[in-house]
């Protein structure tokens, strides 16, 4: 019994915390990562992913992907999470 009242405590504390947090809208709802791998595989069909993360930035939520080039040169680049609009990219060789 003390599990479940763990469990209703966790639900009651997470509804609190996201209470303030606004509510999802298209512009602020981050495209899936299935949809950046399918683009990501258009524009660089021979690269290999090293990591991809979602981040949450003061501007939005930000996709970091980090990869990797048949030449061995490292492409980092940041994608807008909500229409996977490039923002930034930075190439550098692989050591």
């Not at 009242?5 to 999802?24: E, K, N």
């Not at 021979?46 to 492409?75: D, F, N, P, S």
Request: with cysteine.
């Amino acid at each position: 019994m003390t599990g479940w009242r763990i469990i209703m405590v966790l639900a009651l504390v997470g509804q609190s915390l996201w209470a303030d947090s606004p509510l999802p809208t298209e512009q602020n709802t981050p495209a899936s990562m299935d949809k950046l791998f399918t683009l990501l595989r258009q524009e660089c069909a021979e690269c290999r992913v090293l990591k991809m993360e979602l981040e949450e930035e003061e501007h939005g939520a930000v996709y970091e992907v980090k990869l990797l080039t048949r030449e061995g040169t490292v492409i980092k680049r940041e994608y807008r999470a909500s229409d996977l609009q490039l923002l930034r990219q930075k190439t550098g060789k692989h050591r």
